[in-house]
């Protein structure tokens, strides 16, 4: 353990305000992780208890029906799946034919032999195991302390995407996995496993496949290589076993449903193209937008900027080791950004840059803003939806209307719910400023001041007395 003596530590008590050192001492106290973890079980209760009650209403029903109708041999994205659904006593809402690429569908297919009820279980028993080897994975032999461990584990079971990717039932904890393997056959320099994990990824979800521009940009030809020879080998095992049909069908149906605009006016649509495109819409039950050629210009300016701004980052230092794996962590964010569209679970990816901040602040090599912007994005969720649900409750927007008109109230009651953009917006910007000031042991309060050295945050954790 390292140790410091008195005036480090006077320094460190001096030199942070509000102070980190603080707020990372406190959270590693018994008593406030017996707290943490009193809250984490409660949280889990309460949504263990609405998972039984509404097993059937989410990702899972869409997963499983989508899955029978290819083990039937029927095409899952021209077969209307919410008639299917409502057969097998399932309920899917608003999408009628599947949309899920038919590489995960074929490894779901094993859970269609059981009956829906119980393949839901074994479902969330999976996404449980998934979980717990991630972590395993990202937290093992990273020289954390034993109780800024624990405190990370709490924390992140608190988180709200995790929350929520359990409520749903959905599959994102996968591609957690999957980076989570990649990072460790990368840091072993098994290339070939570690491109065979990307392209895993891909297959399963489509859009993990940007975090390819981290590979260019740092010049891992032999990773990239192995990328695409697991996708030759994914394509042709997919190939075989669903049939051209499907793929066809899956490249142009679903992919033109995903692309196309229809999921765009739900606030639960975090990505980038989704969240502009809400601010030129017409509301109404179909995606109609105002000034269009003015919504799709932005867009693309936007995509093109974050795409820019995360080469630029990576590029900067790409002849050196990527320490910390920051400008790993920002391509991983940075393909939610981009993608055509993601959800508030699909934010477990943001996990490793959580992770590795801890990690960094350690050895005092991370600015200051690049945490409180992660610490933002962690809260701006559970307070921005309670925030937004207390206002419902209150009437603020039947009492607004009248003074502002239908249109005004409409889009502040849109603009609260976005809270998963600016979430993902605040993760970005954290992961960014982690990556660009990398070796700087930032800490700048006003002009002329000196910078001050954190590298103590989490030394301290266990060198102070806690009592």
């Known amino acids: 353990m390292d140790k410091m003596d008195d005036s480090d530590v006077l320094h460190n008590r001096r030199a942070s305000v ?8 406190v959270i590693v106290r018994p008593e406030v992780l017996f707290l943490f973890y ?40 021209t077969t209307n799946v919410m008639q299917l659904a409502s057969r097998l006593g399932l309920h ?9 690429p038919p590489t995960f569908l074929l490894c779901f297919e094993p859970l269609t032999l059981l009956p829906p009820k119980l393949s839901y279980w074994v479902w969330i028993a999976c996404d449980i195991v998934a979980l717990f080897l ?36 959905s599959s994102k904890v996968f591609l957690l996995l999957c980076f989570a393997l990649m990072m460790r056959c990368l840091e072993a320099e098994n290339e070939i496993i570690a491109g065979f994990c990307l392209a895993m990824a891909g297959m399963l ?42 793929l066809f069908s899956f490249l142009t149906d679903a992919m033109s449903f ?8 739900f606030p639960s649509n975090l990505a980038i193209y989704a969240f502009i495109s809400r601010q030129f819409w017409v509301f109404g039950n179909s995606p109609v937008f105002v000034f269009n050629g003015v919504r799709l210009v932005l867009v693309l300016t936007a995509q093109i900027a974050v795409l820019g701004a995360s080469v630029m980052a990576t590029v900067k230092n790409a002849s050196r080791p990527d320490r910390n794996w920051r400008a790993f962590c920002l391509w991983l964010i940075t393909a939610i950004v981009v993608s055509p569209i993601g959800y508030i679970q699909d934010m477990v990816l943001v996990i490793p840059l959580m992770i590795q901040l801890v990690i960094a602040a350690r050895s005092g090599d991370v600015s200051r803003r690049a945490i409180w912007l992660a610490i933002a994005s962690y809260l701006v969720p559970a307070v921005m939806g309670g925030v937004a649900v207390t206002l419902d409750h209150l009437g603020f927007l039947a009492h607004l209307t009248p003074i502002v008109g239908v249109g005004v ?59």
């Open 92 to 100: 899917i809402n608003g999408v009628p034919y599947g949309n899920d």
């Open 409 to 467: 109230s409409r889009r502040i009651w849109l603009l609260m719910r976005e809270f998963a953009f600016f979430s993902l917006t605040l993760a970005y910007l954290s992961a960014y400023f982690f990556t660009i000031d990398e070796g700087h042991n930032l800490e700048q309060a006003s002009e002329g001041e000196n910078r001050k050295d954190y590298s103590h945050t989490h030394t301290q954790l266990e060198a102070l007395p806690l009592g």
């Open 205 to 246: 979800r489509g859009y993990p496949l940007l975090a390819a521009g981290y590979l260019i940009c740092r010049r891992q030809w032999r990773v990239l290589f192995y990328l695409f020879v697991g996708l030759a080998i994914g394509g042709l095992i997919t190939l075989f076993f669903c049939g051209f049909g499907v």
């Open 38 to 77: 009193i809250a984490a079980i409660g949280h889990a209760w309460i949504l263990l208890s609405k998972m039984q009650v509404h097993w059937y209403d989410m990702d899972f029903s869409f997963y499983y029906t989508s899955a029978l109708a290819m083990r039937k041999g029927l095409n899952p994205y």
């Open 258 to 265: 995903l692309t196309g605009g229809e999921m765009i006016p």
């Open 18 to 25: 509000p102070s980190l050192d603080g707020f990372a001492r």
């Open 134 to 169: 991630s972590l395993f994975t990202l937290l093992t032999g990273r020289k954390i302390l034993g109780r800024s461990k624990w405190a990370i584990i709490a924390l992140i079971a608190l988180y709200p995407p995790i929350a929520i990717h359990f409520s749903v039932a």
